[in-house]
T-cell receptor, first 113, second 109 residues
Framework: KAGVTQTPRYLIKTRGQQVTLSCSPISGHRSVSWYQQTPGQGLQFLFEYFSETQRNKGNFPGRFSGRQFSNSRSEMNVSTLELGDSALYLC????????????FGEGSRLTVL | GIQVEQSPPDLILQEGANSTLRCNFSDSVNNLQWFHQNPWGQLINLFY?????KQNGRLSATTVATERYSLLYISSSQTTDSGVYFC???????????WGLGTSLGVNP
């Protein structure tokens, strides 16, 4: 079966712009979580969605937001981009809210100039 | 919160060598996963192993939950094993995974 699909894979934006990233989970998986990976900070949890509701949230400013649709696909949005938002954004899916095993997509690499 | 420490931070091997990577965690956990991040950034599931031992080909992992550590064994290493190996644990309160900083592995031909 198809894995986790993230789009776009690469994108370049300038400061002040906004960006939307998309994630399609594995078929049958209902939980989607997002992570930011930077060289200095490692993997940082952004948020998790299950049944179209945000269930957990990491320590990121309000510029970072997300949503989940009825088909479990998820989007995350970053507004008013800053240079420090340059990172690899990874999406992971799991079967359910209490199902621990995560499967990751290939990531969306964002560069902010 | 739970702290996750991985060692060693960096490791260079000759092809064919064996290695052991360690993950220590500071509190009891509901689950523990090992991942391999390839040079292109993708995180690949290796093991979901809250306790016990599992093997998959040249890789195996053991988690001793009562002593709060997990080990990842790589035998007969190959150049394709290069990348970063992460350990991540779920402490249960809010279910988000807590990640170690990884072990960067390089395998030379």
């Amino acid at each position: 079966k198809a894995g986790v699909t993230q789009t776009p894979r690469y994108l370049i934006k300038t400061r002040g712009q906004q960006v939307t990233l998309s994630c399609s989970p594995i078929s049958g998986h209902r939980s989607v979580s997002w992570y930011q990976q930077t060289p200095g900070q490692g993997l940082q949890f952004l948020f998790e969605y299950f049944s179209e509701t945000q269930r957990n949230k990491g320590n990121f400013p309000g510029r970072f937001s997300g949503r989940q649709f009825s088909n479990s696909r998820s989007e995350m949005n970053v507004s008013t981009l800053e240079l420090g938002d340059s990172a690899l954004y990874l999406c992971a899916s799991s079967r359910g809210l209490n199902a621990g095993e995560l499967f990751f997509g290939e990531g969306s690499r964002l560069t902010v100039l | 919160g739970i702290q996750v420490e991985q060692s060693p931070p960096d490791l260079i091997l000759q092809e064919g060598a064996n290695s052991t990577l360690r993950c220590n965690f500071s509190d009891s956990v509901n689950n523990l996963q090992w991942f391999h991040q390839n040079p292109w950034g993708q995180l690949i599931n290796l093991f979901y192993i809250p306790s016990g031992t599992k093997q998959n080909g040249r890789l195996s992992a053991t988690t001793v939950a009562t002593e709060r550590y997990s080990l990842l064994y790589i035998s007969s290493s190959q150049t394709t094993d290069s990348g970063v190996y992460f350990c991540a644990v779920d402490g249960g309160n809010n279910r988000k995974l807590i990640w170690g900083l990884g072990t960067s592995l390089g395998v030379n031909p």
